[in-house]
Nanobody, 115 residues
Framework: QVQLVESGGGLVQPGGSLRLSCAAS????????MGWYRQAPGKERELVAF???????NSADSVKGRFTISRENAKNTVYLQMNSLKPEDTAVYYC?????????WGQGTQVTVSS
């Protein structure tokens, strides 16, 4: 089993920044992937960005150039630095951890972009 603890959400004005963190603990093996999904009210959950333990990464076109995903493998922690936030970034952000064909989810953290 793997447990995930997220932090860093909140309310920010358009153009502002937030940094999300997600720490994984439990039975962790090499060759895993950590990342973020988000779900806005009335919309489906969408992939925001991911990064593998080997360093491969990708992100949604809607956040490219604004959001940066990074991770510290030694701490099993992934970060999402979100800059130039827009109202359409408002959503619940979920951290996920994937290994050996199983996916684990964080509890979700609310990000609200509003003036």
């Amino acid at each position: 089993q793997v447990q995930l603890v997220e932090s860093g959400g909140g309310l920010v004005q358009p153009g502002g920044s937030l940094r999300l963190s997600c720490a994984a603990s439990g039975s962790i093996f090499s060759g895993n992937t950590m990342g973020w999904y988000r779900q806005a009210p009335g919309k489906e959950r969408e992939l925001v960005a991911f990064k593998t333990s080997g360093g491969a990464t990708n992100s949604a076109d809607s956040v490219k150039g604004r959001f940066t995903i990074s991770r510290e493998n030694a701490k099993n922690t992934v970060y999402l630095q979100m800059n130039s936030l827009k109202p359409e970034d408002t959503a619940v952000y979920y951290c996920y951890f994937q290994q050996i064909g199983r996916t684990y989810w964080g509890q979700g953290t609310q990000v609200t972009v509003s003036s």
